[in-house]
């Protein structure tokens, strides 16, 4: 399985996410230097990659392998409405931890991605909530949550 994300620029976003994730960029297979020599290699057209295609890493991983590949995929347009599907980055332990040290762990890895290019767009701790959420958006405006 493979997620795919719209983007104007694969390289910040490979970067911001593999950040995110804990992901590393996907080497480009079969000793190729680039994923443009791979692609070039396999006889796809120069006209279909485009003038900077496959020359950084446009895909992350895993690298236990239990989570989907996603690749970052430039396309012309804008982002330009709400996403639909959302990635929610669990740190803060669950509710077998401590309201506190959950807070602490999200507010720790909320400091780490806003210095990579995240934006905070709101933080949900509301006094009746069972949970402490920071809901922010990526580099491009995608958002997410880490909870």
Not at 1 to 25: I, K
């Amino acid at each position: 399985m493979q997620l795919t994300v719209d983007c104007a620029n694969p390289a910040r976003m490979v970067a911001f996410w593999v950040e995110a994730l804990g992901y590393v960029p996907e080497p480009p297979p079969g000793g190729h230097a680039t994923w443009r020599a791979y692609w070039q290699a396999t006889g796809v057209p120069a006209e279909e990659l485009g003038e900077h295609a496959g020359e950084t890493p446009e895909s992350i991983v895993d690298p236990q392998g239990r989570s989907p590949r996603i690749w970052f995929q430039q396309v012309p347009e804008p982002k330009t409405g709400k996403n639909r599907l959302h990635l929610d980055l669990k740190v803060g332990g669950g509710r077998e931890a401590a309201i506190g040290l959950r807070i602490e762990r999200v507010t720790a890895k909320v400091a780490r991605l806003t210095e990579a290019g995240a934006t905070i767009l709101r933080i949900m701790d509301e006094p009746d909530m069972p949970y402490y959420a920071v809901v922010l958006q990526d580099p491009e405006g995608n958002e997410f949550c880490v909870v």
